[in-house]
């Protein structure tokens, strides 16, 4: 199989994708076909490890891996670097209702799933491509992305990991748990601007010929492990899949029954992942689209319209924090019939105007397939105590604002499918705010992270993470800092790198 670019041009193998992680057009890349996984294939998951469920999705997408590179690959990504030998285990709340907790990796969110196996995939895919520069990595966060990438490539030969955060855009614990990294290929600066402008920096880096070939010219080639990356997206598939066949492993479901999934969605990457799984044949129902007070995509399920012409709030789940969202150019690619051209046209128009429309006929084939909704602080504090005082589970905000979500659309349309919540980070990795929901404001005002973790140890049977704990003692490593114009953000990246080579 190959892969198209959703502006048009490309057409090149899995690795090559990989390695590049954005298409020369400045398009993501997305596979030229969507591989059938048929009943058979999904019972035969039933019985399988998490591993081994990872082979079965990914050997059908990256077909230039031999199949011992992909057993090998899933292996150092999963094995022993999860707390639990499940990986990603569904929590059931009711007879309709599960958590996917997809945050039991190193860094206590999602993005472990597909960090900690795109280093892998990208080692291989030098190799093969016979790169022999080294590849560095630049990533944008918004919090969660950044300490996932740095604990993924920390130490990984051949590579270097360079993250740009905003600098008062993310949690204490994040900003810790990024600054405190070791390894002599990691490097992190904080940018004087929100998580867009940081973006925004990065995707100006990779188009910019002049900072390309003056990496190039100290033995680097650039590549992205942001969520526009296939090999950060093809993991992803993986945990539906999982999630179904462990549904219907514990009798929950039958085969081919329709599961629901609601998804906290900042750039679209994990809920695509979702959709694709779909596309292959798995029996999704609803797309449930989450997001919190930045509300663009959801304005977009109910006009048809993207705009960015909007006000950006700072909220209580940073991660979801976002104008422009990346991945969403890989559904208008399926919208717009592949079509390369047409959504070349709207991205240009959200480049100039600032917006663009997809027309009704399309808008309606949308909404057939996911639903829309948003949470603020508020709402998402309410869920939080709620699904706490009611069965005693306590959700990060990132997953709050899903739960309430799902509760708006159940009573909006009645709709008593069985729903998987998926959950993206761990309540540990946002303490005080966490803290500050169930004790109020005021008793939490002078305790730090710290502090507030082991309140919600007292609260709770989840033992405070181990990796929490530690990061009272590491030392910062990382202070760096620039303006948030391409033209500091590439002045910092090369004198990052310069220092430590
Ligand atoms: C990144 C992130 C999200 C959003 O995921 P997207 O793939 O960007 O939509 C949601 N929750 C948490 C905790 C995250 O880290």
């Given at each position: 199989m190959s892969y198209f670019s959703t502006r048009g041009g490309a057409c090149v193998a899995a690795s090559q994708a990989i390695l590049a992680g954005i298409a020369e057009d400045g398009g993501l890349y997305v596979p030229s076909m969507f591989?059938?996984?048929?009943?058979?294939?999904?019972?035969?998951?039933?019985?399988?490890?998490?591993?081994?469920?990872?082979?079965?999705?990914?050997?059908?997408?990256?077909?230039?891996?031999?199949?011992?590179?992909?057993?090998?690959?899933v292996h150092q990504a999963y094995h022993g670097k999860f707390d639990t030998e499940q990986v990603a285990p569904l929590h059931a709340l009711n007879s309709q209702t599960y958590y996917l907790e997809l945050f039991h990796g190193p860094t206590l969110a999602f993005k472990d799933m597909a960090l900690q196996l795109l280093p892998h995939l990208m080692k291989v895919a030098a190799r093969k491509n016979e790169e022999k520069r080294e590849i560095s990595i630049l990533v944008a966060t918004s919090g969660d992305t950044g300490k996932a990438a740095l604990e993924g490539f920390r130490n990984v030969e051949g590579t270097s990991c360079t993250v740009f955060y905003p600098k008062d855009g993310v949690s204490e614990v994040q900003k810790l748990q990024m600054t405190t990294t070791d390894g002599a290929n990691t490097h992190v600066i904080a940018v004087h601007g929100n998580f867009d402008d940081a973006q925004t920096g990065v995707k100006a880096l990779f188009g910019s010929k002049r900072f390309i070939e003056a990496m190039n010219a100290?033995?680097?080639?650039?590549?992205?492990a942001n969520s526009i990356n296939f090999g950060r997206l093809v993991p992803q598939i993986v945990y539906y899949f999982s999630a179904y066949a462990d549904l219907l492993r514990t009798g929950r479901?039958?085969?081919?029954?329709?599961?629901?999934?609601?998804?906290?969605?900042?750039?679209?990457?994990?809920?695509?992942?979702?959709?694709?799984?779909?596309?292959?044949?798995?029996?999704?129902?609803?797309?449930?689209?989450?997001?919190?007070?930045?509300?663009v995509l959801t304005e977009f399920f109910a006009s048809g319209?993207?705009?960015?012409?909007?006000?950006?709030?700072?909220?209580?789940?940073?991660?979801?924090?976002i104008l422009v969202s990346s991945n969403l150019e890989r559904l208008l690619y399926e919208v717009a019939d592949r079509d390369g051209a047409l959504v070349t046209t709207w991205m240009r128009q959200l480049r100039e105007c600032g917006s663009y429309s997809v027309g009704d006929q399309r808008r309606e084939w949308l909404s057939s397939l996911f639903y829309a909704g948003c949470a603020d602080d508020s709402d998402t504090r309410t869920e939080i105590r709620a699904v706490y005082s009611e069965y005693g589970y306590l959700m990060d905000p990132h997953t709050a604002v899903a739960s309430k979500v799902l509760r708006d659309y159940r009573l909006k349309t009645g709709d008593e499918t069985v729903t998987v919540i998926v959950s993206t980070a761990s309540p540990y990795k946002f303490a005080p705010d966490v803290c500050a929901v169930l004790q109020g404001k005021e008793a939490v005002r002078h305790l730090d992270a710290f502090a507030c973790s082991d309140i919600i140890y007292s609260l709770t049977e989840r033992p405070v993470p181990p990796q929490v704990t530690a990061l009272r003692d590491k030392e910062i490593m990382h202070f760096a800092e620039c303006e948030k114009d391409p033209e500091s953000m590439a002045h910092a990246v090369m004198e990052a790198l310069g220092h430590k080579a």
């Open positions: 591989p059938q996984m048929s009943e058979e294939t999904i019972a035969s998951m039933l019985d399988m490890s998490y591993e081994e469920r990872a082979v079965c999705v990914l050997e059908r997408f990256l077909e230039d891996y031999s199949e011992e590179e992909v057993t090998d690959c100290e033995g680097r080639t650039l590549s992205s479901i039958s085969m081919g029954e329709t599961v629901n999934f609601v998804v906290p969605t900042g750039n679209f990457g994990d809920i695509l992942a979702g959709f694709y799984a779909r596309s292959m044949g798995l029996p999704v129902g609803k797309l449930i689209c989450a997001s919190n007070r930045n509300d319209i993207y705009s960015t012409h909007r006000l950006f709030y700072k909220t209580m789940s940073p991660s979801m924090d």
